[in-house]
């Protein structure tokens, strides 16, 4: 049974910084990737950044120089550091995994969800 649980949302200021956790267990796959995502009210959930096993990532072109996804294999973490937050950064922010390699960046590619953690910019 695969569960991630996501923490360090939170309320930020213009130009602040966030780092977000996603905790995951139960995920036997040495092949796979993982992935942020983020929605906010009366919007899709969007891709933000994707890392996969051997390190590659990619990222959404809105946060490219500004977020850095991460990993812990020996915690079974990931990560997500947020830089220069804007307001339009405010959403639910989700922690996603799947088998596989492909950095994907959209929601229906991937099997395991979170269950989010707010991040409020203003």
């Known amino acids: 049974h695969v569960q991630l649980v996501e923490s360090g949302g939170g309320s930020v200021q213009a130009g602040g910084s966030l780092r977000l956790s996603c905790a995951a267990s139960?995920?036997?796959?040495?092949?796979?990737?993982m992935g942020w995502f983020r929605q906010a009210p009366g919007k899709e959930r969007e891709g933000v950044a994707a890392?996969?096993?051997?390190?590659?990532?990619r990222y959404a072109d809105s946060v490219k120089g500004r977020f850095t996804i991460s990993k812990d294999n020996a915690k079974n973490s990931l990560y997500l550091q947020m830089k220069s937050l804007k307001p339009e950064d405010t959403a639910m922010y989700y922690c996603?995994?799947?088998?596989?390699?492909?950095?994907?960046?959209?929601?229906?590619?991937?099997?395991?969800w979170g269950q989010g953690t707010q991040v409020t910019v203003s």
């Open positions: 139960g995920y036997t796959s040495s092949y796979y990737s």
């Open positions: 890392i996969r096993s051997d390190g590659g990532t």
């Open positions: 996603a995994a799947r088998d596989g390699s492909w950095l994907a960046l959209i929601r229906e590619a991937y099997n395991f």
